[in-house]
Structures are given as structure tokens and as C-alpha cells.
Nanobody, 113 residues
Framework: VQLVESGGGLVQPGGSLRLSCAASGITFSKYVMGWYRQAPGNQRELVAS???????NYADSVKGRFTISRDNAKSTVYLQMDSLKPEDTAVYYC????????WGQGTQVTVSS
């Protein structure tokens, strides 16, 4: 099983980034997919999740700014991040959950001027 994130980087406050997570080795369409993040000194926290049926859930801190989506044909989950703030700086991890729990290696997002 592999979850491979991409799309992180350095962006100015107010800017946008789109993260992608390509999955292999799982029946992607049956998994709840999520994005988590971990800033230095903090615990890993849920950012957003999407069920196999397309229902979404967001952390209060990102509601209205971030959008999670999935393309089952491509076994890929996305996180569109708009109106980024310095406090969004963290390593972002992709997660796939069903009977087992799988994680990607993480991608760094830095919001700074």
C-alpha cells in the first residue's frame, strides 16, 4: 500500500495550494480519505475527511477556506487550500481508513511572507 502526497511548498499569506494524494494497493473507492497536519510541537490533527459516498468533514479552523475532494477513477484525494494563513504551516499527511489505517510520508506546507 502506498499513499503519495504532492503539491506542498512555500506560499505567501492569502495564497493557495492544492495537495494531491495518489493511492495504490487499496480499493480506494471504499476508503474514508483524510488530510491531517502536524506543526512543530503540536499533535497531528484532522484537517478534512471525505467518505466513500462523498460526505465531507472539516476542522473549524479551515472551514470555508479548504476543500477536500476525491477522484475514485484516479485513486486520488485532493485538498484545495485557499486564503492560507501562517498558522496553516505544517506537514500535511494523507490518510486512508477502512479496516486498516494507512498514511503517506507527508508534504511540507509553509505559509510565510
Amino acid at each position: 500500500v502506498q499513499l503519495v502526497e504532492s503539491g506542498g511548498g512555500l506560499v505567501q499569506p492569502g495564497g493557495s495550494l492544492r495537495l494531491s494524494c495518489a493511492a495504490s494497493g487499496i480499493t480506494f473507492s471504499k476508503y474514508v480519505m483524510g488530510w491531517y497536519r502536524q506543526a512543530p510541537g503540536n499533535q497531528r490533527e484532522l484537517v478534512a475527511s471525505i467518505t466513500s459516498g462523498g460526505s465531507t468533514n472539516y476542522a473549524d479552523s479551515v472551514k470555508g477556506r479548504f476543500t477536500i475532494s476525491r477522484d475514485n477513477a484516479k485513486s486520488t484525494v485532493y485538498l484545495q487550500m485557499d486564503s492560507l494563513k501562517p498558522e496553516d504551516t505544517a506537514v500535511y499527511y494523507c490518510n486512508g481508513q477502512r479496516l486498516n489505517d494507512y498514511w503517506g510520508q507527508g508534504t511540507q506546507v509553509t505559509v510565510s511572507s
